[in-house]
């Protein structure tokens, strides 16, 4: 059975630190790793995805990927209380359609 | 480009009812899923409806189905509603072009049911 496994948090941080969200899978067949936000009461919104190992940056964003230990991880630089949400990890097995979610991880960012 | 869109977006029954739900994808976007969201349970995936056919099935009792019309516009229905489908149920399109594994979906605002 793939799975997906995130610390639920919550994890807290400073504004203007950077978080560090982890997430690792079981499927050595994955191929596709995404990042959804979701703020309270909405629905989750795409803000990263990765195919190949190593980094990917978009504005104060970076996805990691690390196939050979099967983690992937969004670091969130100059936290922001907006950035306050729980953050969802999604992987997607080649051949497949149907991404697995992992439960979230909640991220507070305090002034 | 339009998001993907639903109707009703809250919705209140009670015990033993039916309700159905619809879905409008992104405008291309041939692949509907299906979610059911709660706090205890995170995201679990209902369906997916692909070319008017259902391709992928979730665990879930067969109250709960659905189907998609030739415009990729899907509705999903729950007969004999229970207290334990009061739920966020959202709605996801993907393009699904042939075997490319590098398919995103696209989350819809959510129908908020609450069986009372």
């Known amino acids: 059975q793939k799975?997906?496994?995130q610390n639920s948090g919550p994890l807290s941080v400073p504004e203007g630190a950077i978080a560090s969200l982890n997430c690792t899978y079981s499927d050595r067949g994955s191929q596709s790793f995404f990042w959804y936000?979701?703020?309270?009461?909405?629905?989750?919104?795409?803000?990263?995805?990765?195919?190949?190992?190593?980094?990917?940056?978009?504005?104060?964003?970076?996805a990691q990927l690390n196939k050979a230990s099967q983690y992937v991880s969004l670091l969130i630089r100059d936290s922001q209380p907006s950035d306050s949400a729980t953050y969802l990890c999604a992987v997607l097995s080649g051949g497949s359609y149907i991404p697995t979610f992992g439960r979230g991880t909640s991220l507070i960012v305090h002034p | 480009?339009?998001?993907v869109t639903q109707t009703p977006r809250y919705l209140i029954k009670t015990r033993g009812q039916q309700v159905t739900l619809s879905c409008s994808p992104i405008s291309g976007?041939?692949?509907v899923s299906w979610y059911q969201q709660t706090?205890?349970?995170?995201?679990q995936f209902l369906f997916?409806?692909?070319?008017?056919?259902?391709?992928?099935?979730?665990?879930?009792?067969?109250?709960?189905?659905?189907r998609q019309f030739s415009n990729?516009?899907?509705e999903m229905n729950v007969s004999t509603l229970e207290l334990g489908d009061s739920a966020l149920y959202l709605c996801a399109s993907s393009l699904r072009v042939g075997q490319g594994p590098q398919e995103t979906q696209y989350f819809g605002p959510g129908t908020r049911l609450l069986v009372l």
């Not at chain 1, 936000?37 to 970076?62: A, C, H, V, W």
């Not at chain 2, 706090?39 to 995201?43: F, I, K, S």
């Not at chain 2, 997916?48 to 659905?66: D, H, L, M, V």
């Open chain 1, 3 to 5: 799975e997906v496994e």
């Open chain 1, 37 to 62: 936000r979701q703020y309270s009461g909405k629905s989750p919104e795409l803000i990263m995805s990765i195919y190949s190992n190593g980094d990917k940056e978009d504005g104060r964003f970076t």
């Open chain 2, 1 to 3: 480009k339009a998001g």
């Open chain 2, 29 to 31: 976007h041939r692949s």
């Open chain 2, 39 to 43: 706090p205890g349970q995170g995201l």
């Open chain 2, 48 to 66: 997916e409806y692909f070319s008017e056919t259902q391709r992928n099935k979730g665990n879930f009792p067969g109250r709960f189905s659905g």
């Open chain 2, 72 to 74: 990729s516009r899907s």
